[in-house]
């Protein structure tokens, strides 16, 4: 199968689709569509690809990217292939899916596919705090803070290379009467000064309660980071990544193989936060996504 580089490629012959085409302006048809319909920013979406055959010359496989992220289609039992992606939070309103579908004969059929997008409701949280928790950080802080992303960085890059490891439905690493204090998307405005958007779920919980793994994966990354305290991140494989930060301890380290439910840390007020919580994050590649989307989303066994 061709590599992410060869697909680029094949990609720089493609033709020009809208999400609601059925067809190619050509002689190959590719059916296509995506669950939702026009997603939201910064939100995961399900691309199926349901090429049809031209005279025995059946599609054997579908390489393709979307916001700068391989997407990592599989065969579906139903017929075609199916792949997640994500969508920026800073979408325009049409992002564009690029595709390589290579057939039995080795000829590969390239498009782009432009996918709506819908624009993420502002809502602004307003918050009085102390100072010290809308300082600037030092130098000294500044370099930890980038060597901190670096570190996320390459988890998020990692989940490209691992095939996907979950197979039940994704769960709330809390239950589900813990109350969402502060939803995905939202900006802050921390004593007077607007901030960026929350990228993701805070969930309330006493110091000590704890935290479930939302789905089979390996442990990437553990750490105590200048703001996310203690974390944990656990990959899931095909590009997507969960983490839990804040906590007041980790009960996993790097290499552990997690169970959906698994408990992998407790509850804190690690790192730049004011009070214990748990803040629940998750990526597809690098491109922060709504954690609640895994829980609607997939919330059934993939076909």
């Given at each position: 199968m061709p590599g992410l580089p060869q697909v680029l490629t094949y990609l720089a012959l493609s033709l020009t689709f809208t999400a609601r085409a059925v067809a190619q302006q050509g002689p190959r048809p590719v059916p296509f569509a995506s669950q939702p319909p026009t997603p939201r920013q910064g939100?995961?979406?399900?691309?199926?690809?349901?090429?049809?055959?031209?005279?025995?010359?059946?599609?054997?496989?579908?390489?393709?990217?979307?916001?700068?992220?391989?997407?990592?289609?599989?065969?579906?039992?139903?017929?075609?292939?199916?792949?997640?992606?994500?969508?920026?939070?800073?979408?325009?309103?049409?992002?564009?899916?690029?595709?390589?579908?290579?057939?039995?004969?080795?000829?590969?059929?390239?498009?782009?596919?432009?996918?709506?997008?819908?624009?993420?409701?502002?809502?602004?949280?307003?918050?009085?705090?102390?100072?010290?928790?809308?300082?600037?950080?030092?130098?000294?802080?500044?370099?930890?803070?980038?060597?901190?992303?670096?570190?996320?960085?390459?988890?998020?890059?990692?989940?490209?290379?691992?095939?996907?490891?979950?197979?039940?439905?994704?769960?709330?690493?809390?239950?589900?009467a813990s109350r969402v204090t502060s939803p995905f998307g939202i900006q802050r405005e921390v004593n007077g000064v607007l901030g960026g958007k929350h990228q993701g779920v805070d969930v309330a919980g006493a110091t000590g309660a704890p935290v479930r793994a939302a789905n089979r994966g390996v442990v990437e990354l553990v750490g105590d980071f200048y703001y996310g305290g203690i974390s944990v991140y656990v990959c899931h494989g095909a590009g997507l990544v969960t983490a839990y930060h804040h906590l007041s301890r980790a009960a996993v380290a790097v290499g552990d193989t997690v169970e959906r439910g698994e408990i992998i840390g407790r509850v804190g007020a690690t790192g730049?936060?004011?009070?214990?919580?748990?803040?629940?994050?998750?990526?597809?590649?690098?491109?922060?996504?709504?954690?609640?989307?895994?829980?609607?989303?997939?919330?059934?066994?993939?076909d």
């Open positions: 939100s995961l979406v399900t691309l199926v690809v349901t090429p049809a055959s031209q005279d025995g010359d059946s599609v054997v496989a579908v390489l393709g990217e979307l916001a700068g992220e391989p997407l990592h289609f599989e065969r579906r039992p139903a017929g075609g292939f199916r792949a997640l992606g994500g969508v920026p939070l800073d979408a325009p309103n049409t992002i564009v899916v690029r595709l390589a579908l290579e057939r039995v004969t080795g000829v590969v059929d390239s498009a782009e596919l432009r996918l709506r997008v819908a624009r993420r409701r502002a809502v602004v949280e307003r918050i009085a705090t102390a100072p010290r928790f809308v300082d600037a950080p030092d130098s000294t802080s500044m370099a930890r803070i980038m060597e901190e992303r670096e570190l996320a960085r390459a988890v998020a890059r990692g989940a490209h290379a691992i095939p996907r490891l979950w197979v039940e439905p994704f769960v709330r690493p809390r239950p589900r730049r936060v004011t009070g214990p919580h748990l803040h629940w994050g998750a990526q597809y590649g690098r491109l922060s996504v709504d954690p609640a989307d895994l829980l609607t989303l997939l919330a059934a066994r993939p």
